[in-house]
């Protein structure tokens, strides 16, 4: 089945129900929506778009993103969406290696591919529509819908393959594991819709609920906190970075949140105390999810009242896990050759269910590697507890090994970040003539190196004590908030030369 039968669904059922909103004012309903959509529907098709073909769509967060992406699953394309703040180049290699045939833009966007030389024709989404809408190209669960770029932080970007069934799949499990939406709510999409932000568009949709891109295009403080506070129930999804922000201007500004019901976080690290300050502000409105784009948002997830609750005796071990496999996925640790590993011994996390991808577009031997029996190879190193929550210790390339012993950066960030003068911590490994690697910790904060020793040496073993602390004023990070670990592993090399 076609996803995008949940919008015309929902547009049936209740037409004149509020759909898509820009900031707190409403664009149209839902009837509108949908009318909308099969009219960019009937101008794809009279270019000769069709079943299958790809679609980029390269334009900033605003409620014509959501109208282009289901145009283009009414036609049954397939959308190709690409970070708004990739450089044109960037976004030319997507449409060229997806074989997109048009690209949905606005003007600034536009303006980037044609800087770029890049020799695609773009359009406006509304320039498209066609006075009489089509009809919804059936499409089965295993045909593609969405291409997923993997962001290219440490090479060439990736097409993950996404298909009809498995967005149903991550959307069905949303509701059953990660909360449960009504239509009395609004989602607002301040990260990139892209990416996971988009990606839950679907049960929003499905539910009838309302859809608010903030005016600002992406993640203010304070605009989040006024459309929560005017339009009430709001979701949002997150990235750490995100959260953390969020709080420390609520924390400033006296705002408590008001209209916040659910946000939900992930794609890099949540940092223990990050959270805890974060729930001790706005309450139990926080879930953790974690995903990766070949597993889109469904690997699993960690409830509110997991992330709230300091009664019980693991609490803090649950809160720094990323929770139990979602409903629609199995999860194991497994060795270097993907056996499967006990409880409390860490490996490779490994997944397989409904929501992982078939492979990568027209990369099979990255594929190869990837998929393995049915099992998503993540390239994440983690353990499971007995009962069946998920610590994630690190990506398997940033760890490092010092001596022949294993130091996961992350629980050298965690102890960092305990200190109350430092406010964000990174830690990579450097070569070392004699013991092979280094730890090597990038810090932005004032705290005095000897405290920071002194911190380390009382919660963990001596080996993994940072030998040197880098200062900076801040991380560098991508369009997402995850910490570029490359970008400092290059510091590290200019700075031998």
């Known amino acids: 089945m076609n996803i995008a039968n949940w919008l015309a669904r929902s547009a049936a059922a209740h037409p004149a129900r509020p759909a898509l909103f820009f900031g707190v004012d409403e664009i149209c309903d839902y009837g509108t929506f949908h009318?909308?959509?099969?009219?960019?529907?009937?101008?794809?098709?009279?270019?000769?778009?069709?079943?299958?073909?790809?679609?980029?769509?390269?334009?900033?967060?605003?409620?014509?993103?959501?109208?282009?992406?289901?145009?283009?699953?009414?036609?049954?394309?397939?959308?190709?969406?690409?970070?708004?703040?990739?450089?044109?180049?960037?976004?030319?290699?997507?449409?060229?290696?997806?074989?997109?045939?048009?690209?949905?833009?606005?003007?600034?966007?536009?303006?980037?591919?044609?800087?770029?030389?890049?020799?695609?024709?773009?359009?406006?989404?509304?320039?498209?529509?066609?006075?009489?809408g089509a009809q919804i190209a059936q499409r089965a669960a295993d045909d593609l819908a969405w291409l997923f770029y993997t962001s290219g932080t440490t090479g060439t970007p990736k097409g993950v393959m996404i298909t009809h069934g498995m967005l149903m799949a991550m959307s069905l499990s949303y509701g059953v594991d990660v909360d449960p939406v009504s239509v009395q709510d609004s989602a607002i999409y301040a990260a990139p819709l892209s990416h996971g932000a988009g990606l839950y568009n679907f049960v929003h949709v499905q539910a009838g609920a309302r859809h608010v891109i903030p005016r600002s295009g992406g993640f203010e403080a304070e605009e989040i906190l006024d459309l929560a506070a005017e339009l009430g129930s709001c979701h949002m999804f997150a990235a750490p970075t995100m959260v953390k922000r969020l709080t420390d201007w609520a924390i400033a500004a006296k705002?408590?949140?008001?209209?916040?019901?659910?946000?939900?976080?992930?794609?890099?690290?949540?940092?223990?105390?990050?959270?805890?300050?974060?729930?001790?502000?706005?309450?139990?409105?926080?879930?953790?999810i974690y995903g990766q784009g070949e597993c889109p948002m469904a690997i699993t997830a960690l409830p509110?009242?997991?992330?709230?609750?300091?009664?019980?005796?693991?609490?803090?071990?649950?809160?720094?896990?990323?929770?139990?496999?979602?409903?629609?996925?199995?999860?194991?640790?497994?060795?270097?050759?993907?056996?499967?590993?006990?409880?409390?011994?860490?490996?490779?996390?490994?997944?397989?269910?409904?929501?992982?991808?078939?492979?990568?577009?027209?990369?099979?031997?990255?594929?190869?590697?990837?998929?393995?029996e049915g099992w998503l190879m993540t390239g994440d190193i983690g353990h499971l507890d007995e009962t069946g929550y998920l610590t994630l210790q690190d990506r398997s390339k940033d760890v490092i090994i010092t001596g022949g012993s294993n130091v996961y950066p992350r629980e050298v960030e965690e102890v960092l970040l305990r200190h109350p003068d430092v406010s964000e911590a990174s830690v990579v490994g450097s070569h070392h003539a004699d013991w092979g690697e280094e730890v090597v910790a990038f810090v932005v904060g004032s705290a005095p190196e000897t405290e920071l020793d002194a911190l380390c040496l009382?919660?963990?073993?001596?080996?993994?004590?940072?030998?040197?602390?880098?200062?900076?004023?801040?991380?560098?990070?991508?369009?997402?908030?995850?910490?570029?670990?490359?970008?400092?592993?290059?510091?590290?090399?200019?700075?031998?030369?």
């Open 255 to 288: 705002r408590w949140g008001e209209g916040l019901r659910t946000i939900v976080y992930a794609g890099g690290p949540m940092y223990t105390a990050d959270i805890i300050a974060a729930v001790n502000h706005f309450g139990p409105v926080f879930v953790q």
């Open 35 to 132: 009318d909308d959509a099969a009219r960019v529907a009937a101008g794809l098709l009279a270019r000769g778009i069709g079943a299958g073909d790809r679609i980029g769509i390269f334009m900033d967060n605003h409620p014509d993103w959501l109208l282009g992406l289901y145009g283009v699953l009414y036609a049954g394309a397939v959308a190709v969406p690409i970070n708004a703040k990739l450089h044109g180049r960037e976004a030319a290699y997507i449409l060229q290696d997806s074989g997109a045939v048009l690209c949905l833009t606005d003007l600034s966007h536009h303006t980037k591919l044609k800087a770029a030389n890049a020799p695609y024709d773009c359009l406006e989404t509304r320039s498209l529509c066609e006075a009489q």
């Open 458 to 497: 009382d919660n963990i073993a001596r080996f993994k004590r940072p030998k040197r602390y880098i200062r900076l004023t801040e991380l560098p990070k991508n369009n997402y908030g995850k910490v570029l670990k490359t970008a400092l592993r290059e510091h590290l090399q200019e700075n031998k030369k």
């Open 304 to 372: 509110r009242h997991d992330v709230a609750d300091r009664s019980h005796p693991d609490w803090r071990a649950r809160l720094g896990s990323v929770g139990r496999a979602q409903s629609v996925v199995e999860v194991q640790i497994g060795d270097a050759l993907g056996a499967p590993l006990p409880a409390g011994q860490s490996g490779e996390i490994m997944v397989r269910g409904a929501p992982v991808m078939p492979g990568y577009w027209n990369n099979p031997a990255a594929t190869a590697r990837t998929l393995q």
